[in-house]
């Protein structure tokens, strides 16, 4: 039905009932656990799997029906051996498409969130455009700290994201070239 509440941004094939969206829940945290609420969230509503507020009530009811333990400060979810139980049992039984696309979604969102806490990148507005301010903290300290200017905010965003997700590899690339031209020179 038209603009029906529960069904609010869910794309046709996702998942509308509660006690499909726990058992989808089980799955991923038993697949890709621990997880954070904040990663859950966030990776079913980007693929719109699910309805905001189903997936709330369901986040809510998976610790008081022993399904998973709620610990942010260890990580966010844990499956319990109840929780492994409904996974392995019904897991399947959900639309392969909705458990791969929401795996692959989770997965996606907990690499960049390591990724984000080593490779900071921070777009500021300058008078000459935008800058992007980079760094890479690492073994305890910060091990390198880049500032890049860019014309516009749409290209500042682009670069911050881009050094989020390859930090590494900047920091690589730099450092051979850094260390090849010492050893030449």
């Excluded at 979810?77 to 696309?101: F, M, N, Q």
């Excluded at 690499?111 to 890479?136: N, Y």
Aim: proline fraction near 5%.
């Amino acid at each position: 039905m038209p603009g029906d509440a529960f069904t609010a941004g869910v794309k046709p094939g996702g998942l509308t009932s509660g006690a499909e969206i726990r058992i989808l829940l089980c799955y991923l945290i038993r697949t890709a656990g621990p997880v954070q609420r904040d990663t859950l969230e966030d990776a079913l509503m980007e693929e719109e799997l699910v309805n905001y507020f189903e997936l709330c009530a369901a986040l809510k009811a998976l610790p008081e029906l022993g399904l998973a333990a709620h610990k942010p400060q260890e990580g966010g979810y844990r499956i319990t051996p109840k929780g492994a139980e409904v996974a392995d049992a019904l897991g399947y039984d959900l639309p392969r498409s909705v458990r791969e696309s929401a795996a692959r979604a989770v997965v996606r969102l907990q690499s960049w969130r390591r990724k984000a806490a080593q490779h900071k990148a921070e777009v500021q507005a300058t008078p000459e455009g935008f800058a992007v301010d980079c760094s890479i903290a690492d073994m305890g300290g910060e091990v390198l700290r880049l500032r890049l200017a860019m014309p516009d905010r749409l290209s500042a965003e682009a670069a911050r994201k881009g050094f989020v997700e390859n930090g590494s590899e900047v920091y690589r690339l730099l450092l051979a070239c850094l260390t090849d031209e010492a050893q030449e020179g």
